[in-house]
Each structure stands twice: as structure tokens, then as C-alpha cells.
Nanobody
Framework: QDQLVESGGGLVQAGGSLRLSCAAS????????MGWYRQAPGKQRELVAT???????NYADSVKGRFTISRDNAKNAVYLQMNSLKPEDTAVYYC??????????????WGQGTQVTVSS
């Protein structure tokens, strides 16, 4: 029953905001890194932002200053606040979580993806 459930995608005009949420469920021992990736039509999947269990964040240059990643360790959840959205942000956004399923077994889970469309 291990899974990542995403929500919060939608259609927004340029300059608007969206907040994406992702929560891990199932048997989880610990999560070291959670993040968001996106894939636009005809393009490779790219990193948007990541956050470690200690709170260290990393952002793609294209979203720095506009997006904020955060997490709730107690809920095994990660969030992406997206402000000042641009049409180039249009993509399917995928949640990712990496860590330990058990004391000795690692995992790398991906969410199902949520569509974000930004109109000009």
C-alpha cells in the first residue's frame, strides 16, 4: 500500500498561484528527501525543488524566488507553493520521495503526476 498521492494542480492565469501537496502512505520507515519534478510536452523531466529531512532545499534556477518547497515530517508530506506562475511552468508535476522502507530497504517513489496549466 506504499504510494504518493498528489493534489493541487489546475488551471491558472499567468501571475497566479497554486499549491501542490503530496503525502506518502503505507509502510515507511523514514523519508530522507522529498521533491517535485515536472515534465512538459516533448521535454525531459526536470527537477523543480527538493527538500531533505533536515530542511535543506534546492531549487531549479527557473523557479528560484517564485516557488517554495516545504514538508511536514509528521505527515510524510511535501508541498510546493508556486507564485508568479508563468506559461513556461505548464507541465505535469510529479512528487518524489526517497528514503527507507525498512531499516535496511531503500525506496524511491513517484506520484501519479498532477497537471499544472498556466495561461498567458
Amino acid at each position: 500500500q506504499d504510494q504518493l498521492v498528489e493534489s493541487g494542480g489546475g488551471l491558472v492565469q499567468a501571475g497566479g498561484s497554486l499549491r501542490l501537496s503530496c503525502a506518502a502512505s503505507g509502510s515507511i520507515f523514514s523519508i530522507n528527501v522529498m521533491g517535485w519534478y515536472r515534465q512538459a510536452p516533448g521535454k525531459q523531466r526536470e527537477l523543480v525543488a527538493t527538500i531533505t529531512n533536515s530542511g535543506t532545499t534546492n531549487y531549479a534556477d527557473s523557479v528560484k524566488g517564485r516557488f517554495t518547497i516545504s514538508r511536514d515530517n509528521a505527515k510524510n508530506a511535501v508541498y510546493l507553493q508556486m507564485n508568479s506562475l508563468k506559461p513556461e511552468d505548464t507541465a505535469v508535476y510529479y512528487c518524489n520521495a526517497q528514503g527507507l522502507k525498512t531499516f535496511y530497504l531503500s525506496f524511491n517513489y513517484w506520484g501519479q503526476g498532477t497537471q499544472v496549466t498556466v495561461s498567458s
